[in-house]
């Protein structure tokens, strides 16, 4: 029976996405702040970058030899449909330690980021137009991965500074790390009966990408736009 993967799908189609909001970038038409940008790419990047863990993780449990290459894993005492209904967050802190023994460390990185990850997808799913934005907004701003309201400026809609370039760079980098660590606790002999090689479509972006597009395009990759006065504000373009 011929079979296919669809996690490359996922983890490939964030990266267009981001590809996209780059285009944006560049743009005189959204805000930017460095090398981030408002962009209408970032929410669909979300959903993408947790569906392409949880089917990778799914691909690899259930869609490999997985039962028969570690067959005395006690994660196979488990009925397989309630495994799979685990909500994503749990499911990647018991399987891989029932399966290799090891496991994701729920307060350390890249599970920690993981879980901002999954609370932005299903805050970007569910949306209600709700005023009030969700409490780990400030901790991404702190971190210059979602954008701020600029002394000056009209304050800026909690979702638009969720969405935005730098989210969906983010939500690529923990994707391609959680998917590295699922690899990494595997045992080594295991890997190439456990689809290991699907984890090398995740690949990182760097912040030089988005700093050297900039560059190239003679645009300041430590500027704004709309540019900013030096006492605070905006003038015209």
């Known amino acids: 029976m011929a079979s296919a993967t669809l996690s490359h799908d996922f983890i490939i189609n964030v990266r267009l996405l981001y ?30 970058a947790v569906a392409a863990v949880e089917v990778f993780l799914n691909e690899l449990v259930f869609g490999s030899p997985a039962k028969a290459v570690l067959a005395q894993s006690p994660l196979w005492m488990l009925q397989r449909t ?10 990647l802190v018991i399987v891989p330690f029932l399966l290799f023994g090891q496991t994701f460390q729920r307060d350390g990185q890249p599970f920690q980021d993981f879980s901002l990850l999954v609370k932005a997808r299903n805050d970007v799913v569910h949306y209600k137009m709700e005023e009030q934005g969700p409490a780990y907004l400030k901790s991404l701003q702190d971190r210059r991965i979602a954008l701020s309201s600029p002394e000056g400026y009209p304050k800026m809609v909690w979702i638009h500074a969720l969405c935005c370039s730098e ?6 980098n923990i994707a391609t790390g ?28 760097h912040d030089s990408v988005p700093a050297e597009r900039l560059t190239q395009h003679g645009i ?18």
């Open 19 to 48: 590809e996209n909001s780059l285009t944006q970038l560049l743009s005189r038409k959204v805000v930017r702040q460095g090398i981030n940008c408002h962009t209408m790419h970032a929410a669909p990047a979300l959903v993408s």
């Open 82 to 91: 309630w495994l799979q209904e685990l909500e994503i967050r749990a499911k």
């Open 167 to 172: 989210v969906i760079r983010w939500a690529n």
């Open 178 to 205: 959680i998917a590295q660590s699922l690899v990494g606790f595997m045992p080594e002999e295991s890997r190439p009966f456990l689809f290991a090689k699907l984890a090398e479509n995740f690949v990182e972006i």
């Open 220 to 237: 300041d990759p430590a500027s704004d736009y709309p540019p900013q006065e030096p006492g605070g504000g905006f003038r015209a373009p």
